[in-house]
């Protein structure tokens, strides 16, 4: 699971760039998106527009150009030397307190125009400071003094000045004190490389801690279900996904202390949520798997044939369709349009179709059998001349062991339409043979010799004596052919070759006391010998 979690983590914080921020954090009380938002914009960017000079301080703090990123604040009279500082603490605040959209701002040059506030002033959103003040963020249109100073928007004095005080309320401030200078700096997405660091390490840390619950709410569920007969069956299933579950759980509550920026903690937390539905439901398809063996092992249902069948389809049904459930929640989760995959789905529905018509094909067969319950599990059936007793009936095929204890297996869309000859349900088993006597036996001693094999045959205790079939059926070629059947009261295997045994050695003998034989073949070869004249 910890490579799980740190692989998704990995892969989140590496497209935040190409992420969408919703969510407004405690710290905010409101956020540019919905402040800066003007109902109509330009087709055309003005470079001296709030967009392009809060898109160019952004990608310059993004790569730890913080020098040059004061040229965009509007530092108070006697701070020109703390213009860096101010410019990487500014970034550190809107980083983790107040995300900005630069796409969201103004193109006009001039700025928004149907706002409350002066001419030449934006607000991008308040912060709320260690007193709970909210403070507002502003930028503020400079004007170009010389020929080398252009105008540019820049935040504001009033914001720079509150700057320091906001920045010292931020969270991982004992971290960002202590720690090496190397770990304090700018990584990858715009997470400082103790973040990096700090992410698989809470990861390992909650997951041993996580197994640590999971034991002991173990031992509270089992005294709680020590009386429910499949608790002993359920709970040692269920110990993984209860782990994840209880791992992400603690990673949730310690999360804060990352100090994350609101992209990044905003992406990891839409991996948490994904991650604990997935959780959920591998909860959920491990419950329907200890579903189906309670259902198959119940006294109701094994007196009741083809439950086990119905029941080893019904639980893989159940987990694709759980399975499905997951991936659409968790890709939801994580910000994919999920309606959208669907629609492609219903426009790709004939080409699906004709891919994949031999599973679905496959798939109605099964239910088919299942429905019509030609045989089940356990049954011995003949296909296609292929006997063998069926061991599984799955979605797509039927399994069966021979009696050379190979395996065939065949598609359920065939088989549904095969001549299947089930062995299953038969109540008796039928032996037959044909006694062949030598052409030198006369009609007295065949009489007798019928007569005495059906005495035989129903003095067995295990043969139907109503059904006993004993006649003379032919004259061939170098014998009398007599024909022996009957039913034996029996559908075990092992059983019937024993007594079918015992019925051949009493026709042998029955044959040797009327004193005839039983014919060897033979054939009489002539041959005719002409002489030429000399």
């Not at 400071?129 to 004095?157: L, N, T, Y």
């Not at 599990?377 to 009696?403: A, N």
């Not at 349900?425 to 065949?446: E, G, N």
Request: aromatic share 6%; proline share 5%.
């Amino acid at each position: 699971m910890l490579s799980i979690v740190c692989l998704a983590l990995a892969v989140l914080l590496g497209t935040a760039a190409q992420a969408r921020a919703q969510a407004v954090k405690p710290g905010a009380v409101a956020i540019a998106a919905s402040a800066v938002t003007s109902d109509k914009q330009p087709d055309e960017e003005a470079a001296d527009s709030p967009r392009a000079c809060m898109r160019t301080f952004l990608d310059l703090c993004n790569r730890g150009r913080f020098d040059e990123a004061a040229h965009y604040l509007d530092v108070p009279h006697g701070a020109e030397k703390r213009s860096e500082d101010l410019a990487h603490k500014l970034y550190d605040v809107l980083q983790e307190r107040l995300w900005i959209d630069a796409e969201k701002l103004s193109a006009l040059a001039q700025g928004k125009k149907d706002d409350a506030l002066p001419a030449g002033t934006e607000e991008l959103g308040k912060v709320t400071d260690s007193k709970g003040h909210p403070v507002p963020i502003r930028i503020v249109r400079h004007e170009s003094r010389s020929a080398e100073d252009e105008p540019r928007w820049v935040f504001s004095q009033a914001t720079l000045i509150a700057i320091d005080a906001l920045h010292a309320s931020l969270k991982g401030q004992w971290v960002r004190e202590h720690l090496p200078a190397p770990l304090l700096e700018q990584g990858p997405r715009a997470l400082y490389y103790w973040q990096w660091l700090a992410l698989p390490v809470l990861a390992m840390l909650c997951i041993a801690a996580g197994r640590l619950l999971t034991t002991l709410s173990g031992i509270l569920a089992r005294r709680v279900l020590a009386k429910q007969p499949w608790g002993a069956r359920l709970l040692p299933r269920l110990r993984r996904p209860v782990t994840m579950a209880w791992a992400l759980v603690l990673f949730w509550a310690l999360l804060p202390y990352l100090a994350l920026t609101l992209r990044a903690e905003d992406l990891v937390e839409r991996l948490l949520r994904a991650l604990g539905y997935l959780a959920f439901f591998w909860a959920l398809v491990r419950t329907v798997t200890i579903a189906g063996d309670e259902i198959a092992d119940a006294k109701w249902a094994t007196s009741r044939r083809n439950i086990r069948s119905i029941t080893g389809v019904g639980v893989r049904l159940g987990k694709v369709v759980v399975g499905a459930l997951a991936l659409m929640v968790a890709l939801s989760e994580l910000g994919y349009p999920v309606t959208t995959v669907i629609a492609g789905l219903g426009i790709g529905g004939v080409a699906l179709a004709l891919a994949a018509q031999k599973t679905v094909e496959n798939l109605f067969g099964s239910v088919s059998i299942l429905a019509d319950q030609p045989f089940g599990v356990g049954d011995t059936i003949k296909v296609d001349g292929v006997e063998g007793t069926v061991e599984t009936i799955g979605l797509r095929s039927t399994r069966m062991r021979t009696v050379e204890r190979t395996l065939v297996i065949i598609p359920n869309g065939k088989l549904a339409d095969m001549r299947i000859e089930s062995l299953g349900p038969r109540d008796r088993i039928r032996f037959a043979t044909k006694l062949s006597l030598a052409r030198d036996t006369d009609p007295k001693q065949i009489e007798a010799l019928v007569g005495a094999l059906r005495t035989v045959l129903r003095a067995h205790p295990s043969v139907h004596k109503d059904d006993v079939f004993v006649h003379l059926s032919g004259i061939g070629e170098s014998s009398f052919d007599v024909d022996v059947a009957a039913p034996v009261e029996t559908t075990d295997a092992a059983e019937f070759a024993r007594i079918r045994e015992e019925l051949l050695l009493e026709c042998m003998r029955a044959v040797t006391a009327k004193g005839a034989q039983l014919a060897v073949p033979a054939r009489r070869v002539e041959t005719t010998v002409t002489e030429r004249p000399h």
